[in-house]
């Protein structure tokens, strides 16, 4: 057994890069940028009112001054004439300020009669007015490799850019394994169950920005799980799930290197999830996920998911840690590093009581796993922790 930084190491040893693609920039959130995208107009592209009111240009304004409104400009509008001393412009928010006025007096400082306004209040310290490029400039950068967000796509709609080039979105077939599983929706009969990894797999994998082929249930025979292999040819990962363990029908270890997987590890120093395994198998990472609903989630998520990451040229980084208190005492670890559901409350984080990874459940409810090292001591209520949102 491998511990799990050592087997997450061998993992992104096996990823290679995707490929490149441009996309409109309606479909860019959520894609990783590939190239740098840069800013094509300097925004705001003029100097522009932040507010509703008057332009002036007059540089001594006591309270009580008095202008004659000459003109309007509003958003999408200039106001093309000319503007003198004693003299405002009647401006909206977004507005360009004509020049050479040098503030905006807001509207709710000033009376007004026909085309006189007079100052009712204390000039203040702002000027009103958001200077040209103040937000960015032509030729800034947004650096690659990114994540989208919608944050970003804002500014780069902003930018003048209409299509990124990112990172294709890698494809990773899923395969469940066995006799017992039948779809939902389907009737099962007295001995089998409902197939569930795939659908929260698949969630998981297409909020990380990947595309998941979910495959037909590979019944246990080698014939069956064979052709599953087959139905995966092209993906950039193969994930299989269930048959990775002991027993006399589990047949994905011997299936996949009967076809060539080119095995880094089997078995992992954690809980759940110790009957992992990943290799190369004809240029696809392949990864073996345990058929435990809760220790497939936990190790898609320790491994399946910083590998795409990886894959769509992010930096090749662990599920980010973050420490807690915990609520509870918590016994001393055994020799495999422990993922306990727990509950992430804003005085702690709270591990449940019941740690069995068949508790679909309990994962359910859960939003983050405490992470113990193997063979970590006793910790007490209120000990700092590390954990792992999810
Ligand atoms: N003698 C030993 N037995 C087991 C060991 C061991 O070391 N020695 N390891 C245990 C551990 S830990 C795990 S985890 C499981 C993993 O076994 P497999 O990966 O072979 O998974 P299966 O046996 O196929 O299934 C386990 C369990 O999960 C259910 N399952 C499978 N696929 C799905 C699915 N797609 N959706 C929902 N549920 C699924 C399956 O019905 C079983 O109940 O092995 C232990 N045994
Ligand atoms: O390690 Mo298994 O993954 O405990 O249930």
């Known amino acids: 057994m491998i511990s799990v930084s050592d087997a997450l190491a061998e993992v992104f ?59 309007e400009a509003a958003a999408g509008h200039a106001f093309e004439g000319r503007i003198a001393a004693g003299q405002a412009v009647r401006i909206f928010t977004g507005a360009p300020v004509p020049p050479p006025c040098t503030r905006v007096i807001i509207q709710e400082d000033v009376t007004r009669a026909g085309d006189l306004i007079t100052l009712t209040a204390p000039l203040s310290g702002t000027l009103n007015i958001r200077p040209l490029g103040g937000d960015f400039k032509s030729g800034d950068n947004i650096a690659a490799p990114r994540r989208l967000s919608a944050q970003d796509v804002t500014l780069l709609a902003a930018m003048n850019v209409a299509q990124v080039e990112v990172f294709r979105k890698p494809v990773v077939a899923l395969i469940a394994t066995g006799d017992e599983l039948v779809m939902p929706g389907e009737t099962p009969n007295a001995s089998q169950i409902i197939a ?30 064979r052709q599953s292999f087959d139905l995966a040819a092209g993906a950039d990962v193969i994930v299989t799930i269930g048959g990775a363990s002991v027993g006399d029908h589990d047949i994905v270890a011997k299936v996949a290197s009967d076809l060539g997987l080119d095995r880094a590890f089997y078995k992992v120093a954690m809980r759940p999830g110790k009957p992992l395994m990943a290799g190369r198998l004809n240029g696809a990472l392949m990864i073996g996920l345990p058929g435990n609903p809760v220790s497939s989630m936990v190790t898609a998520q320790l491994f399946l998911i910083p590998a795409l990451m990886a894959m769509m040229g992010l930096p090749a980084r662990p599920a980010p840690r973050e420490t807690h208190v915990v609520l509870s005492d918590l016994e001393a ?49 209120g000990d700092l922790i590390a954990c792992i949102k999810i």
Do not use: K
Not at 50 to 69: L, N, R
């Open 13 to 71: 040893a096996l990823c290679t890069q995707v490929d490149t693609q441009t996309v409109d920039l309606r479909h860019a959130a959520g894609r990783v940028l590939a190239t740098p995208a840069r800013a094509l107009r300097d925004q705001p592209p003029f100097a522009s009112s932040a507010m509703d009111g008057y332009a002036v240009c007059d540089t001594d304004i006591p309270q009580g001054a008095q202008f004659t409104v000459v003109g």
């Open 196 to 225: 569930s990894n795939s659908f929260g797999l698949a969630a998981m994998i297409e909020a990380a920005g990947g595309i998941a082929r979910m495959l037909p249930i590979a019944r246990d025979t080698e014939s069956a799980l």
């Open 333 to 381: 670890n055994g020799p495999r590093e422990h993922y306990m559901r727990a509950h992430l409350t804003p005085t702690g984080i709270e591990p449940f009581a019941r740690q069995d990874s068949s508790l679909m459940s309990i994962l359910s409810h859960a939003n983050a796993l405490i992470v113990r090292a193997p063979h970590a001591p006793a910790a007490r209520a």
